[in-house]
């Protein structure tokens, strides 16, 4: 069998790079895809959409390069499009539309139609819980083609699939854990659904969809290592006896080689990289940590996916977020933010990262799109850096390679000799002045 990965042109800013090399998981997406493919034995050829479709024979993967599939979800996809190929159809991946998917849907172009009465298109036989309360199904840029003969441009050939390829729905498992979110005064409380699964699609096409695929990369991530691994699976289970929930998260860490861990530093339910250093008082929780992360003293990292190299220094708070390589995340806390190739930011940076009424929009294409959540950070471009001081509001991008400092007049430059005891001073024009002295409505309220 061969893949055919169609260069659709499309990059993810800030970063200007194309999907295939977003983060994911300590690697990248494209390592991850080319890793599914190659166990399956697939050839992988790499197309642009300009380029003339070749005779086709049956069974050829074509993917375009914003297409996100998780090893389950692959293997799941062409055992249920054969049947439909054999029939001399061209198959289009579909799930049913439940928390994991929307999960990754908003700004995206992923397709949600209605089941077909019957077929490949309908509703899983049997389905899992979040299926069978699923009304609708989704349908993303992955085929499985039947033979077809030469003509057009790969580009054309995708909006032709589009619309005529036969939907194929995988079946699914899914688990949703409930998360309470703040309420702004009397507001009635809500609740988020964090998805677990292995069998995972997305469309690519903006730097949200890299952090929400790194925060679906744990379950993903998990699944795999349990099914490729179920021998130290169970050891790690029975060194959990007598089996309380705790005992068993804190035995179930996966570790590389040359890992070390401080002896007070509390690491659980994580997958660490070669190399990996962890200090002390340090806490890991439900994280994925590339090659050579270092963790340093007394810092938190929760449910989070770091790049390799990253450095997270001493007392720093990290949850939720994801970063590429060799960045360095210095800040008291950093929530829902993803951090570009070798960027950092500030111990006092302000990554604000909520919107307690209404929702958060981001710019995609030029123009606001809605992400559907009241929670999220920004993001922060490849070698960019965010000083002290510096508020940036949610759904932010940083251009790579930007310097964003605080105001010079926010900084106290000359400190007088002569202060007087027990008054109240106040920055003034880079000195120190009696707060007294600058009332009245005349003065700068920035000074």
Same mark, same amino acid.
């Given at each position: 069998m061969r893949a055919l990965i169609v260069a659709t042109g499309r990059t993810i800013a800030p970063f200007d790079e194309p999907p295939p090399r977003a983060a994911y998981a300590g690697i990248t997406v494209g390592a991850a895809l080319r890793g599914a493919l190659d166990r399956r034995g697939v050839d992988v050829v790499e197309v642009a959409a300009s380029d003339p479709v070749p005779e086709l024979p049956g069974e050829t993967l074509l993917l375009a390069d /914003?297409?996100? *599939? &998780?090893?389950?979800?692959l293997g799941d996809f062409l055992d249920a499009a054969l049947d439909v190929v054999a029939a001399g159809k061209h198959a289009r991946l579909a799930l049913a539309r439940t928390p994991a998917v929307d999960f990754l849907r908003p700004v995206s172009s992923i397709a949600v139609e209605p089941f077909d009465d019957a077929g490949p298109g309908a509703r899983p036989h049997k389905p899992w819980r979040a299926e069978a309360a699923a009304t609708e199904r989704c349908a993303f840029d992955a085929f499985l083609l039947a033979a077809r003969r030469a003509g057009g441009t790969f580009g054309a050939l995708l909006d032709e699939l589009r619309a005529s390829a036969t939907r194929v729905v995988v079946k699914k498992r899914e688990l949703g854990v409930p998360l309470r979110l703040p309420v702004l005064g009397d507001a009635q409380q809500t609740r988020a659904v964090v998805p677990l699964t292995s069998t995972v699609a997305a469309h690519l096409e903006h730097w949200v969809h890299v952090l929400w695929l790194n925060q679906l990369a744990f379950g993903i991530r998990w699944m795999e290592i349990v099914r490729a691994h179920k021998a130290w699976t169970a050891w790690r289970v029975l060194v959990g006896a007598p089996w309380s929930v705790p005992a068993l998260l804190r035995s179930m860490v996966w570790k590389g080689k040359g890992v070390r861990i401080h002896p007070t530093a509390h690491v659980e339910a994580s997958i660490l990289g070669d190399g990996v250093v962890i200090g002390a008082r340090a806490s890991v929780r439900n994280a994925i940590l590339g090659d050579g992360v270092e963790i340093a003293d007394h810092a938190t990292v929760l449910s989070s996916t770091l790049g390799s190299n990253t450095f997270v220094t001493p007392r720093t708070f990290v949850v939720w977020s994801a970063s590429y390589d060799d960045a360095v995340l210095t800040n008291y806390k950093l929530q829902v933010s993803l951090v570009g190739r070798g960027a950092s930011l500030s111990t006092w940076a302000g990554m604000i990262d909520a919107k307690l009424q209404g929702t958060i929009d981001v710019l995609h294409d030029g123009r606001p799109v809605s992400t559907e959540r009241s929670f999220l950070g920004s993001c922060i471009g490849h070698g960019a850096f965010v000083g002290a001081k510096v508020l940036i509001l #949610? !759904? %932010?991008?940083? #251009?790579n390679g930007a310097f964003i400092a605080m105001r010079p007049d926010e900084l106290v430059s000359e400190i007088p000799r002569e202060l007087p005891a027990g008054v109240p001073l106040v920055r003034d024009r880079g000195t120190l002045v009696p707060a007294? &002295? *600058?009332? !009245? #409505?005349? %003065?700068?309220? /920035? %000074?």
């Open positions: /914003t297409v996100f *599939l &998780s090893d389950k979800c #949610p !759904g %932010r991008a940083v #251009p007294a &002295s *600058l009332a !009245g #409505p005349a %003065r700068d309220a /920035t %000074r």
